[in-house]
């Protein structure tokens, strides 16, 4: 399997486990959501990616303060993004090497921490 | 200069090339084109946060974008390109990493090189390593610039620049663009790189390396050519 077909199973699972746990997502920005709530998905991914190779916490914890910020401005809370970024934790258990697996819990759990606080 | 820019930026997102031009060339400092540059970045940073705040769409932003190259250009022909005086036998050429495309920060330094006298190329948006590689080893420029504005492309610009500062005339390697304003991009950079944050930064340094004769070359290994014929 390619690297990117196991990018697009792990965001795929992402995305269902967000609109699981939010139905209301659908209604309330209907396929529309669900392909930006994808696109925001490779972005996390690809920051969270860029900062494990370039070895830096704070270049994802910036990233999830910027789209807080922009998310907010389109009516979603920093509920959703904290639980989209859990929910990655949640499920690339399966997909991922152990030291990107302890990287991108740092990194996660460091923006969720400054997220909610 | 708040008002100045929201009335420039209207202009732009309305696309209304002729306004934006009319608005330039009414400036007092209209000659100043490292001020006209700064001012342009501004406009456009403004854009970027009128976005952020979804308080317009990216095809706004993307006609911004494309009005700013349009007054960017004709600007440049006027006070740049159309006033050239001597060269003074430099070359430099910019462009950004591969997918990276925001490109009018490397529109802007080159344009600012060229002003200063150095004769140079911009190949903009997205040039991959393997065309910016023979390119600088045909034309031979003594400074490559390279821009990097989102996060995900940085991991490339260490491979950019051990490959382009090896090639045999070692020409000076210069960074810049948004990350540039926002880290310290010198551990992901090589040692002799030079990292330049703004508009001013790139005049400052085009200055002291002008007036400083061969100075620069005395303290770095990669340029030791550059200024000496002046």
Sequence with gaps: MNEAMTNQQMIDEVVHKIYEKYPQLKEQFGEKGLRKCREDNVHHFRHLDTAFELTDVQFFVDYAHWLNGILQKHGMTVDHLCVNFEIIQQVVDNWIDADRKVFYDKAIDQAVLELRA | ?230
């Excluded at chain 2, 390109?81 to 330094?109: D, P, W």
């Excluded at chain 2, 005339?169 to 960074?175: S, T």
């Design chain 2, 1 to 230: 200069m708040k008002e100045d820019i929201q009335k420039f930026t209207h202009y732009l997102l309305e696309g209304d090339e002729v306004s934006c031009e009319s608005f330039i060339n009414e400036m007092p400092d209209k000659e100043d084109v490292i001020k006209v540059f700064h001012f342009l970045t501004t406009a456009m940073q403004h854009i970027g946060e009128l976005w952020e705040n979804n308080e317009i769409t990216v095809a706004d932003e993307h006609l911004a974008t494309a009005t700013c190259d349009y007054v960017l250009s004709q600007y440049k022909y006027n006070h740049i390109t159309r006033k050239k005086g001597k060269s003074n036998g430099l070359k430099a050429m910019f462009f950004c990493l591969e997918n990276e495309q925001h490109y009018l920060g490397t529109k802007i330094v080159s344009s600012i090189f060229e002003y200063y006298g150095w004769e140079t190329r911009l190949f903009g948006a997205n040039l991959p390593l393997e065309y910016a590689e023979s390119q600088a080893k045909e034309w031979k420029p003594q400074l490559i610039g390279i821009s990097v504005a989102i996060l995900y492309h940085l991991p490339k610009l260490k491979g950019y620049l051990d490959a382009l500062s090896r090639i045999p005339n070692a020409p000076i390697m210069m960074v810049g663009g948004r990350l540039s304003g926002l880290y310290d991009l010198r551990q992901y950079s090589t040692e002799e790189t030079i990292i330049l944050k703004s508009i001013q930064d790139v005049q400052r340094w085009i200055m002291e390396h002008r007036t400083e004769g061969n100075k620069y070359g005395e303290n770095n290994k990669h340029s030791s050519s550059l200024f000496s014929n002046q």
